[in-house]
C-alpha cells in the first residue's frame, strides 16, 4: 500500500476551516430562529386554525417532509428564478434550511401543543386573558418544554443536513472541504478532519441548548 | 436543447430506478448491519452497549455527505477501487445500520425482561433466546417505526448524487442543465420523490395506528 496518511498538508488551512465553521453555524443558527418563529405560526394553525388553513399547513408539512433537502434547494435556488425570485446561493440556502425545518418543527411544536392539559387553557379563559395571550403565555411555555429534546434534535438536523448546501457554492464547512482537498490532494484527511469538526459542534451545540434548557424549563426538561 | 416533457418525464422515471435499487440495497445491508449491532449489544452488555452508543454518535452526529466522501476517497486508499453505485452503497447502508440498530434496540428493550428469563430457564442460548424468543416479539413493534425510516432512507439517497452516481437527484441536474427549465425538471423530481415517500409515510401511520390499537 503506497499511500501515507498526511495530516500536516491540512495545517495551513487553519483560518479557513474556522470560517467555513462560522458559516455553517451562522446559516444554522438563522435558519433555526426564522424557522422555529414560523412554526410556531404553523403549529397554531394547525391545532387550532380554520379547517382550510390547517389543511394548508398540514399540506406543506407533508409536502416537505417526504422529499430530499437537496431537491427542495435546487428548486429555490435553480427553478425560483423563473418565477422571477432571484437569490443569491447564501439566501437561497437560508430559506431552504428554514422551510425544511419548520415543516418538522410544525409537527413536533403540534405535538407539545396537543399535550398541554385542556385545563390551562380554560383557566386562562376564567381569568378572562385573551385567547392570543393565553396561547403565547400559557400554552406554548408549556409546550415547548415538552418537545424541546425534539427541538433540539432537530435544530442539530439541520445544521447536519446544511453540508449540502455547498453545492450551490455557499462557502459553509463542506465546501471549504472541497476547496482545501483541491489544493492538496489530501481529499480523505481532508474529509476526514471536516467530519471530526461537525461531530464536535454536532456535540457542543447539544451540550449548549440541553444548558439553556435546565434554565429556561427549570426542572421540566431532562 | 429542446425536449418534450414526456421525454423529460420518461428520462427522470428511468433513472428513478437507481434511488429504488440504492435505497433497497441500503436497507437490506443497513438490516443486516443492525442485526449484527444488536446480537453485540446484548451479546456482549457491557462492551456491546458502548460501541453501540459510539457507533450510532457518530453516524447521527455527522453530516451523510461527509460519510459519503469518506468512503468514496478512503475505499480507493485501502487499493479498493469501486464504482460509484457501490461507494453510495456501502455509505448508506453504514448510515442505515446505525439508524436501523438504535430504532430496533428501542424496541427490544421494550420487551419485558422476564422473557429472556423464560428464554435461559428453558436452557435456550443466548441466540435462541434472541432469534426463537426476543425478536419475533419486537418485530411487531419494530414495524412501524421501519417503515417510517424508509422516507428518510429513500431521500438520504438523493445525497448519493454528490459523489457522481447517477440517480433521480443527479439525472434532476442533468436534465435540468440541458434543457434550461430548471423549474419544471426540479418540480417533477421533487413530485417523483414524493410518490416515493408518501405511501411510506402513510403505511408507517397507518401501522402505528393499528399497533396502539391492539395495546
Known sequence: ?222 | MDMPLSNIVIYLLTATRWTLLLSAIAFAGGGIGALLLLLLRYGMPRLGARLLHLYVGLFQGTPLVQQLFLVFYGLPLLGIDVPPIVAAGIGLTLYASAFLAEIWRGCVDAIPRGQWDAGSALGLNFFMQMWDVILPQALRIAVPPTVGFLTQLVKATALASIVGFVELTKSGQIVSNATFQPLLVYSIVAAIYFALCYPLTLCARLLERKLSQSR
Not at chain 1, 435544530?155 to 459553509?172: F, G, K, N, P
Open chain 1, 1 to 222: 500500500m503506497g499511500y501515507q496518511l498526511d495530516f500536516g498538508a491540512l495545517a495551513g488551512y487553519f483560518g479557513l476551516f474556522l470560517e467555513g465553521m462560522g458559516v455553517t453555524l451562522g446559516l444554522t443558527a438563522i435558519a433555526a430562529s426564522l424557522g422555529l418563529a414560523l412554526s410556531i405560526g404553523g403549529a397554531a394553525t394547525a391545532s387550532r386554525g380554520r379547517r382550510w388553513a390547517r389543511v394548508a399547513v398540514l399540506a406543506y408539512v407533508e409536502a416537505i417532509r417526504n422529499t430530499p433537502f437537496i431537491v427542495q434547494m435546487f428548486f429555490i435556488f435553480f427553478g425560483l428564478p423563473e418565477l422571477g425570485l432571484r437569490l443569491t446561493a447564501m439566501q437561497a440556502a437560508v430559506l431552504a434550511m428554514t422551510v425544511n425545518l419548520s415543516a418538522y418543527s410544525i409537527e413536533i411544536l403540534r405535538a407539545g401543543i396537543e399535550a398541554v392539559a385542556p385545563g390551562q387553557r380554560e383557566a386562562g379563559a376564567a381569568l378572562g386573558i385573551k385567547p392570543v395571550e393565553v396561547f403565547i403565555f400559557v400554552v406554548l411555555p408549556q409546550a415547548v418544554a415538552n418537545v424541546y429534546p425534539a427541538l433540539v434534535s432537530q435544530i442539530v438536523m439541520t445544521m447536519l443536513e446544511s453540508a449540502v448546501v455547498s453545492q450551490i457554492a455557499v462557502t459553509d464547512l463542506t465546501h471549504v472541504a472541497d476547496l482545501i482537498q483541491s489544493r492538496t490532494y489530501r481529499a480523505f484527511e481532508t474529509y476526514f478532519v471536516i467530519t471530526v469538526v461537525y461531530l464536535v459542534l454536532a456535540v457542543l451545540v447539544r451540550r449548549l441548548f440541553a444548558l439553556a434548557g435546565r434554565r429556561l424549563f427549570a426542572g421540566r426538561v431532562g
